[in-house]
């Protein structure tokens, strides 16, 4: 079964460092590779959507990167900013499935 | 699009009673997820469906769950009776098909006392 590992769990830093979120997965089998973040009490928003057959994706300040061989993602978040303050999930696609780590809790502080 | 609508938001329930929460995916997606989240166990995939028919249910807890897609637009989850256990925030996603992007609702924040 897809295991999906998120480290670290939680991260405080300074406004207006670069950051970089970690994801794991065990079977390298997968049709993408979802960032999401979530607020609290609200529901899940997508970032990015990594397909298998790509390296990286990029949208305004945030960068995805996948290894598939390797079974590792990074989400790289440039000149950090409180309202970036959040959870972030990554998730690995199936077939039938998206399988998701527990994120990594993110605060940017002012 | 207005994305995945769920409804109600919010439902508070007392422990036996039936709950049913509704999700409307966003248009000409043909796959749709139930997820539950909490604390303790994260996101968990309850049911999929591609093109209405239930692909996965494995993650159904138990018999008191059970969830239908009569038609493209509109799916339900039900709980009879519902349990303290239950309480969770119950999430409804869709994607044009199985392994494309997902979209996620603003999920129902149930609580069962």
């Known amino acids: 079964k897809q295991e999906v590992t998120q480290i670290p769990a939680a991260l405080s830093v300074p406004e207006g460092e670069n950051l970089v979120l970690n994801c794991s997965f065990t079977?390298?089998?997968?049709?993408?590779l979802q960032w999401f973040r979530q607020d609290p009490g609200k529901g899940l928003t997508s970032l990015l959507l990594?397909?298998?057959?790509?390296r990286e994706q990029t949208s305004g300040r945030l960068n995805a990167s996948l290894d598939k061989s390797s079974g590792r993602s990074t989400l790289y978040i440039a000149a950090s900013q409180p309202g970036d303050s959040a959870t972030y999930l990554c998730?690995?696609?199936?077939?039938?499935?998206?399988?998701f780590g527990t994120g990594t809790r993110l605060t940017v502080i002012p | 699009d207005a994305g995945v609508i769920q409804s109600p938001r919010h439902e508070v329930t007392e422990m036996g009673q039936e709950v049913t929460l509704r999700c409307k995916p966003i248009?000409?997606?043909?796959?749709l997820f139930w997820y539950r989240q909490t604390m303790m166990r994260g996101l968990e995939l309850l049911i999929y469906?591609?093109?209405?028919?239930?692909?996965?249910d494995s993650g159904m807890p138990e018999d008191r769950f059970s969830a239908k897609m009569p038609n493209a637009s509109f799916s339900t989850l039900k709980i009879q009776p519902s349990e303290p256990r239950d309480s969770a925030v119950y999430f409804c996603?869709?994607?044009?098909?199985?392994?494309?992007?997902?979209?996620f609702g603003q999920g129902t924040r149930l609580t069962v006392v």
């Open positions: 996603a869709s994607s044009s098909s199985g392994g494309r992007e997902a979209f």
């Open positions: 079977d390298s089998a997968i049709y993408n």
């Open positions: 990594i397909q298998s057959s790509q």
């Open positions: 998730a690995v696609t199936g077939a039938n499935n998206l399988f």
């Open positions: 248009s000409g997606h043909n796959s």
């Open positions: 469906f591609n093109n209405n028919v239930p692909i996965d």
